[in-house]
């Protein structure tokens, strides 16, 4: 007989058995007629039990009930008419994905069916708990990413075993499965609707343990990993940090962020940029001895610095350096004194360097650099360091753009001149203002004359600087140094001379501008050491 809307069914079965117990207890049902009962159910408790697939399924399966369609939405509800523009319906029941089949209430659909029968239209199904995987591509939730420290984790679809993974700063992943921590159940979010959490089921095929390896695009937040022995897709995760560019105040930093990348970073070095690969080493000299020969224990050296124990540098008429040879021989007799004639306390120390001029042909975003030469000494890669290299070309110190004018402007130093010429010259072509590249300094400069024979001499940076006479030679002092600024011959100026005339010429010096920005990385903790180098090389003729 059948049940209810053919809910249920009742067959009767004749079977022999044989019991071979000390005592046995047996139940059994009579077979004389039974008493007819009845019994209300409400609709709204009545709810049909919908087969779809005999394993997991997913989300988003469209089946039909009595030629009635209905559709599972991503959060696992049955929906009877759905809009396919909005996305909207009614929720009439749930989808119980470990099981593989929809509850439906069959209150909320009796009007729009005409029958029991079901069919389905789409789904999507696991193989057990879910599909096991050898390689995964997939892009982060936010980039660009921060190279190193990238974590992964996935259970091996074999044993559970968990698979450790981490990126490197060149974006590099590798790691392996953890044997001593495996899982054999899985569970799985939501609860399913006979009570409980759901319980992913680990397909057990046998796999060799294994590695795991790929990379990481940071910039965009593109990962490549590729399993040895596959894992579970739902068991992948991972933990990244991302960058965020702040808005950066034009008038605080001091240049257009809009010229800057939208990350924020500028690169140190980027092609085509001259650089210096250097590596300085120390030796430590704790009784030097008149000409005593130290061997630096490398050829072929660039640089010879040596030091006391404070720091200063020996006075460098009490060593000489064998740059080819790699030697370095004190002075005999010595004199430990410093470049000031001060006593230096010992131990000396000798510091040695080698280095090479290059050009980089390529700046990789992970650090990398690849250079135009191949380096023709050992550099330890824990000991070397690679530099900026400004070549600021041929150098030195001159004078240019003499004239002298009538009537001075006061406070302009125009390059030009203003009005009518002086009636007075000076020789410059027998008697060269000069200039040396110790003492001079980039300027500009006017003699202006306060009577016949006298003058004051002014700079556009520096204002007054002295006063001199045409009868004697003119050389004022740059107190940087103690050398002069320039030496004016009073052989050059002749006669003629009257009160507001001025000699305007301009002056270079022998150094060129270095534009320097100081980069912080933001943290809370202060940087103990910080401090940068830079050193000025060069050849004179």
């Known amino acids: 007989s059948s049940g209810v809307l053919g809910g249920w069914e009742k067959n009767v079965v004749v079977k022999t058995m044989r019991v071979e117990t000390q005592t046995a207890a047996i139940r059994y049902m009579s077979t004389s007629a039974g008493t007819e009962v009845s019994e209300t159910i409400s609709l709204s408790a009545l709810e049909l039990k919908i087969p779809l697939q005999d394993d997991f ?23 009877r008419g759905w809009d396919v523009d909005t996305g909207a319906g009614v929720t009439v029941g749930n989808l119980d994905v470990a099981a593989g089949c929809a509850i439906v209430s069959y209150n909320d659909i009796r ?53 450790l993974a981490e990126s490197d700063n060149a974006g590099d992943i590798s790691g392996t499965f953890q044997s001593d921590d495996r899982d054999d ?51 992948l995760t991972y933990n990244a940090v991302a960058y965020k560019t702040i808005p950066q105040d034009p008038d605080k930093l001091g240049v257009d962020p809009v010229k800057l990348p939208s990350d924020g970073r500028v690169p140190i070095y980027k092609d085509g ?86 050009v980089c042909t390529q700046a990789g975003i992970d650090g990398t ?36 004018q009538k009537v001075d402007e006061a406070g302009l130093f ?18 060269p203002i000069l200039v040396s590249n110790y003492g001079a300094v980039e300027d500009r400069w006017k003699l202006k004359f306060t009577g016949s024979e006298s003058f004051e001499c002014h700079s556009e940076q520096r204002g007054l600087i002295g006063t001199g006479n045409i009868n004697a030679d003119f050389s004022p002092i740059n107190p940087m140094n103690g050398q002069p600024y320039l030496t004016i011959y009073a052989a050059g100026f ?6 507001s005339n001025i000699i ?28 940068v180098y830079i050193e000025l090389t060069g050849s004179a003729d």
């Not at 997913?58 to 369609?69: D, I, R």
């Not at 389905?120 to 193989?127: E, I, M, R």
């Not at 690849?370 to 001159?398: C, E, H, K, M, W």
Request: net charge negative; charged share 15%.
């Open 414 to 431: 125009k390059d030009t001149l203003v009005g009518d010429p002086a009636s007075a010259t000076y020789d410059d072509l027998n008697y």
């Open 273 to 358: 940029y001259k650089l210096q690969i250097h590596n300085t080493q120390d030796i430590s000299v704790a009784s030097p001895v008149a000409g005593q020969v130290i061997n630096c224990g490398r050829t072929d050296l660039t640089h010879v610095f040596v030091t006391g124990d404070n720091g200063h540098y020996l006075a460098f008429d009490q060593f000489t350096a064998d740059l080819a040879a790699g030697t370095v021989t004190l002075a005999d007799p010595l004199n430990l004194v410093d470049t000031d004639g001060t006593s230096l306390p010992t131990p000396l120390t000798v510091a040695h360097r080698i280095s090479q001029r290059v």
């Open 504 to 531: 305007r010429f301009n002056t270079e010096a022998a150094s060129a501008p270095i534009w320097a920005i100081r980069s912080v990385t933001p943290s809370n903790t202060p940087v103990a050491d910080d401090e």
């Open 185 to 235: 159940a899985l569970p799985q979010p939501g609860t399913s609707i006979y009570g409980g959490a759901y319980q992913m089921t680990i397909v057990q095929p046998s796999y060799t343990s294994g590695d795991a390896g790929g990379t990481v695009e940071s910039d965009i937040g593109l990962v490549e990993i590729i399993f040895d022995d596959p894992v579970l897709l739902a068991t």
């Open 111 to 163: 009007t729009y069916i005409s029958s029991l029968t079901t069919s389905v239209t789409a789904l999507l199904a696991g193989v057990g708990a879910g599909a096991a995987v050898d390689s995964v591509v997939f892009r982060t939730a936010a980039s660009p990413l921060r190279p190193s420290g990238m974590q992964f984790q996935a259970r091996r679809a074999s044993d559970g075993a968990l698979m």
């Open 369 to 404: 650099l690849q250079l135009n030469l191949q380096l023709t000494q050992d550099y330890p890669a824990d000991t070397s360091y690679v530099s900026g290299f400004v070549d600021l070309g041929d150098i030195g110190s001159r004078v240019y753009n003499l004239f002298d």
């Open 494 to 499: 002749g006669a003629g001379w009257v009160n």
């Open 57 to 79: 399924v997913l989300p988003g399966a469209v089946f039909t009930v009595g030629g009635y369609e209905l559709v599972t939405d991503t959060n696992g509800n049955v929906l």
